[in-house]
């Protein structure tokens, strides 16, 4: 059976020489890419709390996610992929925010409680409406419930995060504009900037496509690694990463030289 682009899509074997085509491209890039993922591999192998709070916990958790979404959004990236690479250089970049949140910003760990509970009483009352509008018979008493715990918790109901706010407490606003606005409108959102990457003009005719795209790879690149060299930092700073000063200062200039391949001086 064919497994090809033309039969599977992104999904296909031979899409090694485009991956080979885009490091050669953005050779410095990539490099600090790979070298930042294994210090990050390295370093979530060396967390330790003596007695972690809840905000050091969930910070480390936070480090998981953002950096598997690292590298989802360079597998993705070295694929062509690149609406879904930016929607996980903008998911990596949220999971930074909100580690820094945790660590540096009094109140983050309510907040993210607060965020949650929302979403528990979106669901529960979406399925509450559901099974009334259906008839289904569904037990709804478990539904109920926990829509007057979380009401009783929060009388005038409780409220998401704000992504935007919360990056300016933790001296995050510049990462976010670069790695978590920008990465919305064309990546993350099925928008009109999304939909665009589908057509294209040729000779004054509206043509579809699908296929590998490099057309923002550059600034996809600068999203997610703008976000690792962030995520690095909070770790070395706030987590007990001492002996990684050296290679933290070594690995900053690098990031001074390699990001003016992507644009940014």
Known sequence: MANGF??????????????DSVHTEFPESFAIADRMNRIGMRMMREFHFDDPSEEQ??????????LQS????ILLAERGALAEAR???????????LMGGLL???GTIEKLHEDHAKHCLSLANAMIHMNRDGNTGVNLAPFEQEVTKVMAKYPNRPHSIVWSSLAVQAGLAKLYELAYRFPSGDGA?????ALHRHYKEEDG??????????SDLQSTLLSANASLVHLLGLAHEFMGMDEYEAEMRD?????????NELGLQ
């Open 6 to 19: 033309n039969d599977v899509g992104f999904l296909g074997d031979d899409l090694d020489s485009w991956r």
């Open 57 to 66: 916990l969930l910070a480390v958790a936070a480090f998981y996610r953002s």
């Open 70 to 73: 690292f590298q989802s959004t």
């Open 87 to 97: 929607s996980l250089a903008r998911l990596c970049c949220e999971a930074v925010i």
């Open 104 to 106: 540096k910003v009094e």
């Open 189 to 193: 959102h099925m928008t009109l900037g």
């Open 205 to 214: 005719v509206t043509q579809t496509i699908f296929h590998p795209d490099r």
């Open 251 to 259: 690995l900053l200039l690098q990031w001074a030289v390699s990001r």
